[in-house]
RNA sequence: GCUCCGAUCGUCUAGUUGGCCCAGGACGUGAGAUUUUCAUUCUCAAAAUCGCGGGUUCGAAUCCCGCUCGGAGUACCA
């Protein structure tokens, strides 16, 4: 195959973009750049019942945020467009007519009631209605009606919708990339709806219409369309168009992180991790789904993990630029079976890729919290504080609980720490810190052989004991880093009145029999 | 129910032409080391009789058959 790769995502503005469409999204992208070729966006919104307003940009906005670029679609244009279903109504109706006359298709002019008593009726026997070569010589149609039945109902403007007329006993085959060939018998297949009684094409008409017309070469999709496959396979047919049809892949579901089945809002929010790129308000509910981006995820993270949730390099390789995602992804790589959500991979990959972020960034992500508990320093110093703390959370979100004493002195101490380490006489050696801070050069090598070296280890005290204490009237509680750097980074005159406060504060504590040991 | 797809550590997976696999990596878990604390980091460990049962073969996670379980589809939704 010799002519240039075109790929499409499309999906439907219902609501938010679930991360599985995400990740289709993303397999799409990787295969179109990897080949040089081209991706576009194309909005399947031919169902007017389900439009959802603001689901379109929502999409648009997620893809971007994650990094996935198109060349051509509904929010860019490009010459094969307009790349909006609905906006292309006038361009579907003519390839029914054409299947209509050609034989592939017949109108229907079933009742949804009729249709619905009909599968009840069957229900209750334990069977299930089929719209297909054994029943539609029963229902009211073009196959079963005279044509001057037909026509005069057409005339008399009745409803109708046209169906796809298959072929009975033959076996269809469809090639997929990732599972092989897939064979289904017509006879099993029912009589799809290709136009809808309201002037709109189905996804079936619509999706090969517009595949074909936009030169797509391969159709990367959910499983979930594997079943109709052996449609789109015979509408390529019907049309005339199978020397060109594109290419399928059909990628295994995103599952629910415990139990079975597919990945649903709701286990996102009853888990506590999103199922959405980006927070979403549903408009008419109110309700709010939280999406990665407002979770503190990084996109290159959660590009990653998503790529490897269905796909593997072949390697153990696990952290991947887009760049190198794009230059090693394969579709012979991707599994076939499905793949459970794992939260705390997740959060191992976004711990990876705040770890490469500069400095700088992760201060810009740490801003909007500082601006929350009304604290004003220096840029420096915030960038400081950042590279520092970096490496402690996994998420910029957790930046303030695990640094807030940079920008604030503590107020209150952990009493479980002060029980351990706040032993006996340790007024004395705090006043004795504050007396070395004041005294010896502001430098870490002076202030660390004064403490540690002379006085600690000089008198012979317990180190941990000492400057635990230090650090639990410092920082309010023993965890954080380095105590001298600390020292350093808060200031001279800033940890002398931490130190004095704790005196005060905690005091001199009573008898206690209780060495410590050592 | 029917049709189709799938099945390796708790999870993601390697394994694509049967022997290099009494099954490798990662996350998580446990232990240890480092550190003044916590976290990071490092080392080690436990963890899959390759869903089950039959074959084929000198040899099968890999091929074949059956079963079981899971998933998807079965709309004038995509």
Request: with cysteine.
């Amino acid at each position: 195959m010799d002519q240039k790769v075109r790929v499409r995502f499309a999906p439907s503005p219902t609501g938010p973009l679930h991360i599985g469409g995400v990740r289709t999204a993303l397999y799409n992208y990787l295969f179109a750049r990897q080949n040089g070729g081209e991706i576009i966006l194309r909005i399947e919104d031919t169902d007017q019942t389900r439009y959802v307003p603001g689901a379109e940009q929502y999409i648009i906005e997620a893809l971007d945020w994650l990094g996935i670029r198109f060349d051509e679609g509904v929010h860019i244009g490009g010459p094969y467009g307009p790349y909006r279903q609905s906006d292309r109504k006038a361009i579907y109706r003519q390839y029914a007519e054409q299947l209509l006359r050609d034989g592939w298709a017949y109108y229907a002019f079933d009742k949804p009631e009729t249709l619905d008593a009909k599968r009840k009726e069957y229900e209750s026997q334990k069977r299930t209605f089929q719209y297909d070569c054994t029943t539609r010589d029963s229902m009211e149609n073009s196959l079963s009606l005279t044509s001057a039945e037909v026509e005069r109902r057409l005339q008399a403007g009745e409803h109708y919708v046209v169906r796809f007329k298959f072929p009975a006993g033959i076996d269809i085959t469809v090639h997929d990339l990732i599972r092989g060939d897939v064979t289904m018998n017509s006879n099993l297949l029912d009589d799809k709806v290709l136009f809808k009684s309201d002037g709109m094409p189905t996804y079936h008409l619509a999706n090969i219409v517009d595949d074909h017309s936009m030169h797509i070469t391969h159709v990367i999709r959910g499983e979930e369309w594997l079943p109709s496959a052996p449609l789109h396979v015979m509408l390529y047919r019907a049309f005339g168009w199978e020397e060109t049809m594109p290419r399928f892949a059909h990628l295994p579901l995103l599952l629910k992180p415990e139990g079975n089945g597919k990945l649903s809002k709701r286990d996102g929010d009853r888990l506590g991790f999103p199922v959405f790129p980006l927070d979403w308000h549903d408009p008419e509910s109110g309700e709010l789904s939280s999406g990665y981006r407002e979770r503190g995820y990084l996109p290159e993270a959660v590009v990653n993990m998503l790529a490897l949730l269905g796909w593997n390099p072949g390697t153990e390789q696990e952290l991947f630029t887009m760049d190198e995602l794009i230059d090693r992804f394969s579709i012979e790589h991707i599994s076939k079976s499905g793949a459970k959500f794992n939260v705390e991979k997740a959060r191992w990959f976004n711990h990876e890729y705040m770890q490469k972020l500069s400095d700088e960034e992760v201060a810009a992500l740490f801003a909007p919290q500082l601006e929350a508990h009304n604290i004003k320093a220096a840029h420096e110093y915030i960038v400081k504080v950042c590279g520092m703390m970096k490496e402690r959370v996994s998420f910029p979100g957790e930046l303030w609980d695990t640094c807030s004493y940079f920008f604030e002195a503590p107020t209150t101490y952990d009493p479980a720490a002060v029980k351990k380490r706040w032993k006996s006489g340790m007024t004395v050696h705090m006043n004795k810190v504050i007396e070395i801070l004041e005294t010896v050069p502001f430098d870490y090598e002076a202030i660390h052989h004064a403490l540690l070296d002379e006085y600690i280890a000089g008198r012979q005290l317990n180190t941990g004991q000492v400057m635990n204490s230090l650090r639990l009237a410092v920082v309010g509680k023993t965890v954080g880093p380095d105590m001298i750097t600390l020292i350093m980074t808060i200031g001279k005159d800033e940890t002398v009145r931490r130190v004095r406060r704790a005196i005060d504060t905690i005091g001199e504590v009573e008898e206690k029999q209780e060495q410590p040991n050592n």
